[in-house]
């Protein structure tokens, strides 16, 4: 078992003074994998907690959302804190399915070193491939632990062969499983757990062949990596290196994110009876070898204005800099927000600035306002442990600032500064709702918004043209969640309707149209005539009016209320209720009355005039077609162009992206696409993305508009 401190004090966050002693950790690996396990265990081996939790009872620290506690996964990115041998421990929980995406790279955006957790059961997939190689581009410090080394189906060996396959050169395992627990690569010691204590000895002989072996190779690997270029000639000429310098270089390594150490774990539960095996030994890949905040730089900062900040640096009395990474509502306490502190001391109740930019497109405005921090304090699970202070390097919650987004910076309101916001994927699973009744409709605009404040994976669109609310998400267990939350949180109950895509209408052919309105009352009446001609103009060709009236035969001041008619009706549409889109339009001839035509009897002779143009031609419907690029790794590229084309889709071309990819361009209709971000995931088992853009609107095949004429009618 690890060394066990004392348990902490209720309502006590575990507090250090330097930056050098904290360590920021997320925890990474596909749906499954194990971490929310792997936290508990680590919070009971450090006395944080009295006996660790379980995601089947809901027990857990790590998933404690309503949500999370019904569906039995993580949704949501977590943070737990723990103390072991001085050093502060933020162990960030992210969630392992790809629709919430989100809040993983909130998790990586606020950590200084990622924890990729690997069933030994399941192995890797596609997802955390592709996170691994994120982590390689920004040169995020990594390690691997494989998980679950005591089931009946796990392989460590396999899947420590799965892991040097996906991830590359570096990753070398440092310790590998036994029967009674784990033997030390370096060390050359097993580590006895099966007493329910860690005892070392010396392995059992059947052993000795395996550790020369593997010791040899991990200790090339360290070597490789060692600032001290004499060690390799020293190793090869048969110098025994200390075990201490192997270790000291091993932990630089990983610091500087070019060697990833593999370690094993097992957390048993439910039908998996025995002792917590490999916790110590994680523990001190995480407070020896992962950087502390001071060796792991900053993201860029800028004034508010765009302006050079200035150097900054993890500094605890320099100016502050802080990001909301992740925001949630609570009904009872309101807005909490999670904020990594980058640089300088925020303290509870002094005032702030808190800017958010950049993120108009997902429905967030540009935003700066001074806010007044409320409490500042460290969670672990649904319980808040009181702060004093949080210092730069660690991260904290903060109440009550009721204007923060995640992604804002928050900053000195002297010196108000502007952290770059991190990146996010598009959302492009729309999902069309409908309050159920007028006491939802109601509540659903402020529930909304502050889901929309809450995710910037979410995008919000109220449709103009379909009248349609739209939320954009990142897939069905994205949406599901999204539902839940409106209605379990915020008491609003909707459902979902089917996605409507905005048509056009247009005219096949040239026509000719008689609008006549003439209506005698007795009294003051109303009286338009007008006489059109109708034609066609190429796609993009918008509106044109052409006015050909001569003699007077409708007065000038009548002549821009024909115009507005036609606007109005080609608004409206004039078979399926589609805005008419690329025609000309001359109006050439007309009647008026001294007394009776007026600015409203044009308008409606105009429109009539359009319907009656209609009525002698071929209508078309146009649909919108995007330009589609596909992200996929090349053994799914085949099924990718086939689904294409199944989907009128055309296929424009492909071109090979590094890491065994192909990009493959092609333009589909929006009505063929609209749940792509589901179909492409499950084609490409989770590797391949997509992004897409409007191109332009092509006539709808007949057979299509047929039936989109006839639920019109209906």
Not at 251 to 257: L, S
Not at 261 to 277: C, E, F
Not at 655 to 662: I, L
């Amino acid at each position: 078992m690890a060394d066990k401190t004392a348990p902490q004090a209720a309502g006590r966050a575990p507090t250090v003074d330097q930056p050098d002693k904290i360590r920021n950790i997320a925890l990474v690996g596909h749906s499954g994998a194990g971490k929310t396990t792997l936290v508990e265990a680590l919070l009971a081996a450090t006395g944080t907690i009295q006996r660790p939790g379980r995601v089947e009872d809901g027990s857990t620290v790590s998933d404690h959302d309503e949500v999370e506690i019904r569906q039995q996964r993580s949704v949501n990115l977590s943070l737990a804190s723990f103390t072991h041998a001085g050093i502060k421990i933020n162990l960030l929980d992210t969630p392992g399915y790809a629709d919430f995406v989100g809040d993983l790279r909130a998790g990586l955006r606020a950590a200084d070193a990622a924890l990729f957790v690997v069933s030994a059961v399941d192995g890797v997939d596609g997802l955390t491939r592709m996170l691994w190689e994120e982590c390689a581009l920004v040169g995020m410090p990594r390690a691997v632990v494989i998980t679950k080394i005591d089931q009946q189906r796990g392989d460590f060996d396999e899947v420590l062969t799965a892991c040097q396959d996906a991830f590359g050169e570096g990753v070398l395992p440092c310790y590998f499983p036994c029967e009674a627990g784990l033997i030390g690569l370096l060390t050359g010691k097993c580590f006895d757990y099966s007493s329910g204590e860690r005892v070392e000895r010396d392995p059992d002989p059947e052993f000795l062949d395996r550790l020369t072996e593997q010791r040899g190779a991990l200790i090339e690997g360290i070597i490789q990596e060692s600032e001290d270029e004499t060690l390799m000639d020293r190793y090869i000429s048969g110098e025994q290196i200390d075990v201490k310098v192997l270790v000291e270089d091993l932990e630089k390594a990983v610091a500087r994110g070019s060697f990833y150490p593999v370690l094993a774990t097992s957390v048993p539960h439910g039908d998996h009876p025995g002792p917590v095996i490999g916790m110590r030994e994680l523990l001190e890949v995480m407070t020896q070898a992962f950087p502390s905040p001071l060796e792991h730089g900053i993201p860029a900062v800028t004034k508010v204005d765009g302006s050079p900040a200035g150097d900054l640096n993890c500094d605890l009395g320099g100016p502050l800099v802080a990001e909301v990474v992740k925001t949630t509502s609570d009904p009872y306490v309101g807005r909490i927000s999670l904020v990594r502190v980058f640089c300088g001391t925020l303290r509870p109740d002094e005032t702030v600035h808190v800017s958010g930019h950049g993120l108009e497109d997902r429905g967030h405005e540009d935003h700066d306002v001074d806010e007044r921090v409320g409490a500042i304090t460290s969670p672990l699970g649904k319980a808040q442990r009181t702060m004093s202070s949080c210092i730069a390097g660690d991260i904290c919650a903060v109440a009550k600032l009721t204007h923060a987004e995640t992604g804002d910076t928050i900053s000195s309101k002297d010196a108000p500064l502007l952290m770059a916001p991190w990146s996010m994927p598009d959302p492009l699973l729309p999902t069309a709702i409908q309050a159920k009744s007028k006491a939802d409709e109601d509540k659903l605009s402020q529930a909304l918004a502050r889901l929309v404040a809450e995710d910037p994976t979410l995008r919000l669109e109220n449709n103009s043209e379909t009248r349609q609310l739209v939320l954009w998400n990142m897939g069905e267990a994205h949406a599901d969640v999204l539902l839940d939350r409106l209605h379990s949180r915020y008491g609003v109950e909707v459902e979902t309707v089917p996605l409507r895509v905005p048509l056009r209408e247009t005219f096949g052919g040239k026509a000719q149209g008689l609008g006549r309105h003439v209506k005698q009352s007795g009294g003051h009446g109303q009286y338009g005539i007008c006489h059109i001609d109708v034609e066609p103009l190429p796609s993009g060709g918008g509106f044109e009016f052409v006015d050909k009236i001569v003699g007077g035969v409708v007065p000038r001041q009548f002549i821009p209320s024909v115009e507005k008619g036609l606007r109005m009706q080609m608004e409206r549409g004039v078979m399926a209720g589609y805005p008419i889109v690329d025609v000309r339009v001359t109006l050439h001839d007309g009647k008026a009355h001294s007394v009776d035509s007026s600015d409203m009897a044009f308008q409606t002779a105009g429109q009539l005039a359009l319907k009656d143009a209609a009525g002698k031609t071929q209508i078309l419907l146009l649909e919108p077609v995007d330009e589609v690029s596909v992200l996929v790794a090349d053994d799914y590229v085949g099924a990718v162009m086939s689904d294409l084309s199944s989907r009128r889709g055309r296929v424009l071309g492909t071109e090979t992206v590094a890491g065994g990819r192909s990009l493959i361009k092609a333009e589909v209709p929006q009505l063929e696409i609209t749940r792509y971000a589901i179909d492409l995931r499950s084609m490409s088992h989770g590797t391949g993305t997509f992004s897409r853009s409007f191109l332009r609107y092509e006539p709808l095949p007949s057979h299509l508009a047929e039936k989109v004429v006839a639920e019109a009618k209906e």
